[in-house]
C-alpha cells in the first residue's frame, strides 16, 4: 500500500511561485512513475507533469501539459521518497487543487493509470 501526502499548496498573486512536495510512503518509489494533475471546480482532473522510472537505474524521465511547459518543473528525491512540483510565472487559470499520483506501470498522462493518490493541496493564484 502506497500513500501520498501533498504539501506547499496556498495562496499567490499573477506571477509568483509555489513548491508543491509530495511524500511517498512503499517501498518501491524508486520504481514508480509519479504524477501530479489538478482539478479546478466544475472541470475534470487533467495532467499537469509526470516523472516516470525508464526501467533503468537512475534513469527517469519528465513529461508535462504544454500550458506549463516552462514554467512547472517536476523532479524527484528518491533518498526522501518525495516528489516536486516547483511552480514559476503563475497565472489565474492554474488555480486548482493539485493532486499526487503514483502508479508502476501505464500511460503517465491518464488519471485512470494512477493506482494512489494524495488527498490535493489548494493553489490558488490572485490576478
Known amino acids: 500500500q502506497v500513500q501520498l501526502v501533498e504539501s506547499g499548496g496556498g495562496l499567490v498573486q499573477a506571477g509568483g511561485s509555489l513548491r508543491l512536495s509530495c511524500a511517498a510512503s512503499g517501498p518501491t518509489f524508486n520504481k514508480s512513475h509519479m504524477g501530479w494533475f489538478r482539478q479546478a471546480p466544475g472541470k475534470e482532473r487533467e495532467f499537469v507533469a509526470a516523472?516516470?522510472?525508464?526501467?533503468?537505474?537512475?534513469?527517469?524521465?519528465?513529461y508535462y501539459t504544454n500550458s506549463v511547459k516552462g514554467r512547472f518543473t517536476i523532479s524527484r528525491d528518491n533518498a526522501k521518497s518525495s516528489v516536486y512540483l516547483q511552480m514559476n510565472s503563475l497565472k489565474p487559470e492554474d488555480t486548482a487543487t493539485y493532486y499526487c499520483a503514483a502508479t508502476r506501470t501505464g500511460d503517465y498522462w491518464s488519471p485512470r493509470e494512477y493506482e494512489y493518490w494524495g488527498q490535493g493541496t489548494q493553489v490558488t493564484v490572485s490576478s
Open positions: 516523472h516516470t522510472w525508464s526501467g533503468r537505474q537512475y534513469v527517469y524521465y519528465a
